[in-house]
């Protein structure tokens, strides 16, 4: 008898997780989207206005955005902290190259990437720590190419339209959000207790 | 048969409604079909069972 409850509760404990972390993984994700955006109006007015260098403008932007997206942007700051001379406006400045940097967020080993590493790099470390889909993350792994590599106007337009697309995908993971939260936070749980009646 | 086997029909029963109504309001009624059909074959096992048992009893008694 005590055998059954332990493992009844081991059940019903399994399911109530899995059903509520798929529930908040389904509900933080109009939320990341938002920042995303917000992050990216942020390095928009940075490249178009402030000449800010590229480090620097995604640091404002990840403290624009905050959680997990802030993460994912300061790992790509850090991550190409070495590249001083390049700006976010800068034009047509290639940035493969690695100069060193007095930065303190610098990588130990002062090995500074490229802007398209740097972003490709954190999107894979922190990507699958947000609740971002891997479309939303394509929609942003979309820029790295273009981040510190071409003409303020051109990435000012890559950025608006990412922008355009997080929008969009904004709007329907609300609409997911609203359709299936319940399925997701109680249906684990329900099937958890039908689990339990049907073997006990 | 016993007062807890009815209980536990009762409560797949509830359990299976409350399923299916969570998947008919994500629009996936499909899967409302399905688990309704899969609630109602695992109560049918059970009353088989059951069923089984009672004219067991019944033969035992005739004898």
Request: glycine letters at 10%; zero cysteines.
């Amino acid at each position: 008898m005590l055998t059954q409850i332990i493992g009844g509760g081991l059940v019903m404990g399994t399911a109530t997780f899995v059903g509520w972390s798929l529930a908040t993984r389904l509900s933080g994700r109009p939320h990341q989207l938002r920042a995303l955006q917000t992050a990216i109006a942020v390095l928009q007015s940075e490249i178009e206005w402030g000449q800010t260098p590229l480090p620097a403008a995604l640091r404002s932007a990840a403290a624009a955005a905050g959680g997990r997206i802030a993460a994912l942007l300061s790992e790509a700051a850090v991550l190409m902290a070495g590249v001083a001379s390049v700006t976010a406006s800068d034009s047509e400045s290639p940035s493969g190259g690695a100069p060193a940097s007095t930065d303190p967020s610098l990588p130990a080993d002062g090995q500074a990437l490229s802007p398209k590493e740097a972003l490709r790099q954190a999107i894979q470390a922190h990507g699958p720590r947000t609740s971002l889909t891997t479309e939303d993350l394509a929609i942003l792994a979309a820029l790295a190419p273009i981040l510190g590599a071409t003409g303020r106007h051109d990435q000012n337009r890559h950025l608006a339209l990412a922008r355009e697309r997080l929008t969009g995908a904004e709007a329907l993971a609300r609409a997911n959000l609203e359709r299936y939260e319940r399925l997701a936070r109680w249906g684990p749980v329900l099937v958890g207790a039908a689990i339990v009646l049907i073997l006990s | 048969m016993e007062i807890y086997d009815l209980l536990k029909i009762a409560g797949i029963g509830i359990i299976v409604s409350l399923v299916g109504s969570l998947l008919s309001q994500a629009g996936r009624k499909e899967q409302e079909s399905l688990f309704t059909l899969m609630g109602f074959m695992i109560v049918m096992m059970m009353v088989v069972g059951l069923m089984t048992k009672f004219f067991a009893a019944v033969q035992t008694f005739a004898r």
